[in-house]
């Protein structure tokens, strides 16, 4: 099909299903899809939550005209079958990270306003797993009209475990071959070839009995700079100084809850985020006769976690000219059995190493009287710029927007760090004129362009057609 030709059909092809992609859209953001392992069973590996989230994607599918299959319950996938085995896939998912805190609008359920749609998921990755769909079903429906069989298999891979342990891919990997290509819609645009590492880890004190500090929470995830943290504390709220971002409440039997209020964000793009826990570290730890030594030292502990987001602090800050500089930030306190339990997460490039950084974070914890061990660590992810896949992606992004398109590193983790040929590929865009209302993903109010997602469906409709040109056997 003439170029010309194939990207007036996908513009009428859009028109035609976009109405249907929204409410596909938000039949998966009513699922609160966040992981539940103690509610995890055989077939619902993730919690039921996820797994109803999986189900329902499965079934979008197979509405859409693709073959599905479900593996377990761990992931699913719908396939237009090619005239070869060989196959470009794609691969979205639909879990969630938890909710949180500040909503304006409905976090479970899409709202339409002003040419931007608003949930848990709309982004990050509901919407551009939809979106996967629906360009499939452009081809299932050529295939239809023409009985020519594409050159290659196309399938949509539905990933059900992205946004904590990735365990649904090697769960697939470890039954099917590798597909000849793939991307993954859950990203920034135009092209992410390489990944720095992703490091967790977690470090825990002794019992803390004693003192008037009783209790530590905050975060919601351990890869999220978290936007809130409170503790309670053995007080009345007059006795307590006022803070910068602190406010007191009386949270009854001679208790208050002292909260700290930053500015969260996702752990890959730490700039402008504010760590809650830091906030509430510092003002505890200026108040005189509320903490045990013990406690204190915990308190300094997450006070230099959140001094900085490079490293510097911690002695672990790196850099290359690949992945720029390492990044490493406090995700969630909690109270845990009366000890404290702190995360952390780094993305780090190749000029230093997960055990390096495990080092480096084990002689802090035993100089703050706690424990620490690491709890993951995937290593740097590239793909060269120049493969004739990457090029094809670039050159379409760039004929669509009419932007100079390049391939760039992030710090985020995606799906194609376990694939040997892979990436990540849109749909997000920058917008210096986005309102203010719009959040960002793993954010309260996340958001995204309507109109970004309709012509990130034409972008990667045609990408896949140009795909199915290439000799990747």
Known sequence: MADEQLKQQVDQYVEEIWEDVVEDIRSLV??????????????????PKANEALVTAEGIASRLGLEVTDLDGYIGFGDVPGKSDTYIATIAHTDIVPLGLGWTFPALDVTRK????????????KGPFVLSLYAANFFRRQVEATGEKLPYTLRCIIGNNEETGMGDVPYYLDRYPEPAFCFSPDADFPVICGEKGVYHG???????????????????????????????VKAEASELPCGEGITLEDAGEGLVRVSAHGKGGHASLPAGTV?????????????????T????????????????????????????????????????IRTKDGRFVQTVDSRYPTTTTGEAITARMTQIAS????????LGDAVPFYIEPTSPEIRTLLDTYGEYTGKRAEAFCIGGGTYA?????????????????????????????????????????????????????????
């Open 30 to 47: 009513k699922i609160e899809s966040v992981e539940d392992l103690e509610a995890a069973e055989p077939g619902k590996p993730f919690g």
């Open 114 to 125: 002003d040419g931007y749609l608003i949930g848990r998921g709309v982004l990050d990755d």
């Open 202 to 232: 977690e470090f825990c004190s002794k019992p803390l009995a004693g003192g008037r500090l009783v209790e530590l929470d905050g975060g919601t995830v351990a890869n999220a700079i978290p936007g809130l943290a409170c503790a309670l």
């Open 275 to 291: 760590n809650a826990i830091g906030i509430l570290a510092r003002y505890l730890l200026g108040v005189d006769g509320l903490c």
């Open 293 to 332: 030594p013990e406690q204190r030292r915990c308190l300094e502990l997450q006070a230099l976690l959140t001094e900085d987001t490079c490293g510097k602090a911690t002695g672990i800050e790196s850099a290359d000219d690949k992945f720029g500089p390492l990044t490493c930030i406090a995700g969630t």
């Open 367 to 374: 100089e703050h009287a706690c424990t620490y061990r690491c």
């Open 417 to 473: 760090r376990h694939f040997k040929r892979a990436c990540a590929f849109g749909p997000h865009e920058e917008h210096e004129d986005e309102p203010a209302w719009v959040g960002m993903e793993h954010g309260p109010d996340e958001g995204v362009s309507e109109a970004d997602l309709k012509r990130a469906l034409k972008i990667y409709i045609v990408t896949i057609a140009r795909l199915m040109e290439l000799n990747l056997a």
